[in-house]
């Protein structure tokens, strides 16, 4: 059997929407079987969705969505390269039908789209269920959003049924690379160290370039060619469940041990026991070998039974927050700085937790507790950027201290300049585990009329 | 022998998830590794980020990619969602932590 490429076409919500297209080329002129993924899904863009949701139903889904998909949807109809993607957010069916739609303005036979479900307990059955596993202390927290991880075998289900695009809301970040191996292949569900192995695989691909050279250049330590136009991963996944790592052609960026070593390790906690829906991967043994340009292989992936429960995502409703900067340069801009920090500090402090940062003197090595700020003296930085952020249940609060800092202008120390302000609501969150059999995957597909 | 930034023998990147970060240390060459997994203990980590408080530090080794991994737990000021940094995620923790004096032999490092 051919082995199955898999490509990333993008690695967060809000990633270059010109990625995919190089991607899908090197598909096409691979030849063989492949599929493209679109991992588009951080931890809290998803509470957002909700919120965006629940303003206006027919949203919820991936902003970009149309910008990702248009470039390169007729040519991957065309090379039969299914596109598993969870931008559907908090409204897969609304991706779905915006797809659906595309396709029409493109002028494409009707799609089979698979839309995976399941994932979503944010209505008052759901919250029933996230009550009974969250710890004690967000009992009476107000209640946002919940989503449980989903697993890779609806996706591969959908697959084998012919779906040409898969929508998902959430699922784990590698079992979008897994449903298709699993479909290709006929692993089944307890064929674990295959299923690890394409596991390691997507969570490879699930950062789109921070396999290939992003979040990695170091100018004279960790060069990157041609940085700017990074290409996005690829992996070729063999049967055995090792892959070789590859990117797009005829684009920047690199794939070497060291990427390869960043990567495999990026939100790992224990290596021997990488927690998905699928499977439990083990990379302790894992071996990392260059064997071509731009090539590199995993193999050594083992695996184990898949845990019992799936995590849930839970967010509450978390106040709001507010920031704002003002600069000060030349002379003494320090010292001028340091005393608009006092001046917020004396006006606010007592109403809203406060942080205070001198950008320029430091900026994010710092933690909110203001410890690591005060034990800096004093120094003679002559452009100096000072940042003031804080949060509070009462938006009026957080209004007041923009104010604030916007009357530095006119009411601080001499000469400050350029000051912004912004405000936004926050979701606090917490995950829980919760039986899978209490929350499973649902699987359908868009109806034609 | 003489002392160097931990930068100078190894490559590191930071993950979050909730209020818990990740940071793996990678050495460049496979005969330093044994250097590094002698002198960049759970306790030199855990010191080097006191000042955020880490309520555990836990050190996986991977020798066979010549890597370990640091998971520090509640360093992140609650973590994306909560925190007021710019930098929510503690995204440059791994470049402070390669800011780790390490002790080699004169002929190590540059």
Redesign the interface.
Known sequence: MEDIAVGAGAGFSGDRVDAAGPVVQTLIERGGPAAIIFEML???TL?FAQIEKQRDPSKGYEPLLDMELRPILADCVRHGIPIIGNFGQANPRGAALHIERMARELGLKALRIGVVEGDDLSGAEGEAIVRKYIAKEYARKPFASANVYQGAMEIARALKEGAQVVVTGRVADPSLTVGPCVAHYGWSATDWDALAGATMAGHLLECGAQVTGG??A?PG??DVPDVANVGYPITEMSADGSCIVTKAARTGGLVD??TV????????????AYLTPDVVAD??????AQVGPDRVRLS?VRGHPRPATLKANV?FE?GW?S?GEISYAGPNAEARARLAARIIRERMGHQM???V?LIGVT???????G??FE?IPAGNSTDVRL?V???HEDPAVCDRLMREVTALWTAGPAGGGGARVTKRQ??????CFIPRELVPARLSFVEHE | MKTVPL?ELA???T????N?S?I?V?A?RAEDFALLREQVTEDRVAQHFA???PSKV?R?L?P????M?F?LDD?L???????????MHGK??SF?LLTLPIVVPDNVGS
């Not at chain 1, 900026?363 to 507790?369: F, G, K, N, Q, V």
């Not at chain 1, 926050?426 to 995950?431: D, I, P, Q």
């Not at chain 2, 993950?15 to 909730?18: F, P, R, S, Y």
């Open positions: 951080a931890e809290r509470a979040y990695f170091d330590k960790k041990t060291r070593k960043e990567q495999v390790l990026y939100e790992v906690h224990d290596p021997a990379i302790s043994e894992a071996e990392i050594g967010f978390g927050f920031d937790k406060l942080r940062d900026s994010i090595l710092a933690d909110d507790s410890h690591y034990a940042r952020a804080g949060t926050r979701l606090s969150t917490t995950s | 930068y490559h590191a990147r993950g979050d998830k909730g818990r990740n793996s990678i460049y000042y955020r408080k836990t996986y991977l066979k990619i010549g890597a991994n998971v360093v000021d609650g973590g994306v969602n909560d925190a007021l940094n710019l930098d440059s923790l402070h």
